[in-house]
């Protein structure tokens, strides 16, 4: 049996748990605002290069030619489209966690310079020594993806506060797990944070499981918000499935976080498609009945049957565009697998010693 969304899906049989089912979560109710013909189809795009990136990033993990380790940012892709388009990255900064592919792509970096990344290659993002959880890019503003569950927060505090204190009108975004917040950095942060008025929006993207704990297992609160607002910050629930809502939600939250100097918390509800990991089919802990009513909404889907019952767009259109997507991409692949490995002197470059 398979579950698809349409676009992209995971062969396998997926038994039904043993333990009691878990409720979805309900995300908030919202009008949708309307956003432009154009707009519309430039998140599309967006929303496909991601989607499929991930696809052929785990085709190439599976042929042997990506070390380490690959997390798909597959069936999140509304909320990096949502919030990462409405950033102005001239003065904006993102800090992001080890899922961080797709936040890449929509930063505006080459998909080619991610590829060679993956692949090893000195060309890569970050010289093929970063590999998939450790890309980095400052001339994009993109502070780092980070391996370690949290590392990151601390991170953007400090981004947040350096702006502050330099009186610029930036901002500093910093996505991470549900997991994330069972670390005493996400507290120390946020505490921080708080007393100090650091322009830093804390994005959890709550997509149910932290790596294979369920939200309801790991959190004695499993509505993530309860725990920010502990720390006296503005904090709230986006519809992590719905492209509508993170547009509304981010351009909305950038101007209060910019004109009052304060910090945010979102937790964005949403879903990843594949396993915590490339090797993680995720069979023993989710069931055939959550991941079904998840691809119900899936991102693509949502903006997909919005496009065509609106005249705005065809299937076979958006199928043409997918196909263009892959072929674009694809090159791109081939591409970066003709960039040269680092040498071994480059061991000793970038880093303190």
């Given at each position: 049996?398979?579950?698809?969304?349409?676009?992209?899906?995971?062969?396998?049989?997926?038994?039904?748990?043993?333990?009691?089912?878990?409720?979805?979560?309900?995300?908030?109710?919202?009008?949708?605002?309307?956003?432009?013909?154009?707009?519309?189809?430039?998140?599309?795009?967006?929303?496909?290069?991601?989607?499929?990136?991930e696809r052929l990033g785990e085709r190439e993990f599976k042929n042997g030619l990506i070390r380490g380790y690959y997390h798909s940012y597959a069936g999140q892709e509304a909320v990096g489209v949502g919030f990462l388009n409405a950033l102005d990255l001239n003065r904006d900064y993102v800090v992001d966690h080890y899922r961080d592919h797709g936040h890449m792509l929509l930063c505006g970096m080459d998909?080619?310079?991610?590829?060679?990344?993956?692949?090893?290659?000195?060309?890569?993002?970050?010289?093929?020594?970063?590999?998939?959880?450790?890309?980095?890019?400052?001339?994009?503003?993109?502070?780092?993806?980070?391996?370690?569950v949290g590392g990151g927060i601390s991170?953007?505090?400090?981004?947040?506060?350096?702006?502050?204190?330099?009186?610029?009108?930036?901002?500093?975004?910093?996505?991470?797990?549900?997991?994330?917040?069972?670390?005493?950095?996400f507290h120390e942060s946020l505490n921080m944070a708080s007393l100090w008025g650091v322009p830093t929006v804390y994005i959890c993207i709550n997509n149910k499981y932290s790596m294979g704990t369920s939200v309801e297992r790991h959190s004695s609160l499993p509505r993530l918000v309860d725990r920010a607002q502990g720390y006296g910050i503005s904090t709230e629930q986006v519809d992590g499935q719905d492209v509508w809502a993170t547009t509304e939600a981010a351009e909305r939250?950038?101007?209060?976080?910019?004109?009052?100097?304060?910090?945010?918390?979102?937790?964005?509800?949403?879903?990843?498609y594949q396993g915590h990991g490339i090797h993680d089919k995720a069979l023993n802990y989710r069931t055939l009945e959550e991941e079904?009513?998840?691809?119900?909404?899936?991102?693509?889907?949502?903006?997909?049957?919005?496009?065509?019952?609106?005249?705005?767009?065809?299937?076979?259109?958006?199928?043409?565009?997918?196909?263009?997507?892959?072929?674009?991409?694809?090159?791109?692949?081939?591409?970066?697998?003709?960039?040269s490995e680092p040498q071994p002197e480059e061991l000793f470059q970038d880093v303190t010693l």
């Open positions: 049996m398979m579950v698809s969304s349409g676009w992209m899906c995971e062969d396998g049989k997926v038994p039904m748990s043993a333990r009691p089912q878990q409720k979805l979560a309900s995300p908030p109710a919202l009008e949708r605002r309307p956003l432009d013909t154009n707009t519309l189809k430039n998140y599309l795009r967006q929303m496909v290069m991601v989607r499929e990136f998909p080619k310079r991610i590829f060679a990344e993956l692949f090893g290659r000195s060309d890569g993002v970050s010289k093929g020594k970063g590999g998939s959880m450790h890309m980095y890019s400052p001339e994009n503003h993109f502070l780092g993806g980070d391996g370690i991170v953007a505090t400090g981004v947040g506060l350096a702006l502050k204190q330099q009186r610029k009108q930036g901002l500093c975004v910093c996505f991470f797990g549900d997991g994330a917040l069972d670390t005493g950095t939250i950038f101007r209060k976080v910019r004109n009052e100097q304060v910090p945010y918390f979102v937790e964005a509800l949403t879903y990843r079904t009513a998840w691809h119900e909404r899936d991102p693509l889907k949502l903006l997909t049957d919005y496009l065509v019952e609106e005249k705005i767009a065809s299937r076979d259109q958006i199928e043409a565009l997918r196909a263009e997507v892959v072929g674009e991409l694809e090159a791109k692949v081939e591409a970066a697998k003709l960039g």
